[in-house]
């Protein structure tokens, strides 16, 4: 059963999902497309502690850690 999420500290370590929406500004737009990451592309939360201001993850085999305020302008839908 898929979920869209909004606030993606619901996704635990190794889960993955699908991006549906990017929040933000242009640039941010498009750093994250210079890494890889757009609407449709499918990534793994990888683990990273609560206490930590980013997060790690992994999208077509690329490790990229991104700020957890960041993080939080994308919009997912768990797998």
Do not use: C, H, W
């Not at 500004?25 to 206490?51: D, H, M, R, V, W």
């Amino acid at each position: 059963m898929s979920s869209k999420t909004t606030q993606n500290d619901l996704l635990k370590a190794g889960e993955r999902a699908v991006v549906i929406e990017i929040n933000g500004s242009i640039e941010f737009q498009q750093y994250l497309l210079a890494n890889g990451i757009s609407l449709g592309s499918i990534l793994t939360k990888n683990y990273s502690p609560n206490y930590a201001k980013l997060v790690n993850l992994t999208i077509g085999g690329k490790m990229l850690s991104i700020r957890r305020s960041d993080f939080n302008q994308l919009v997912t839908i768990k797998l």
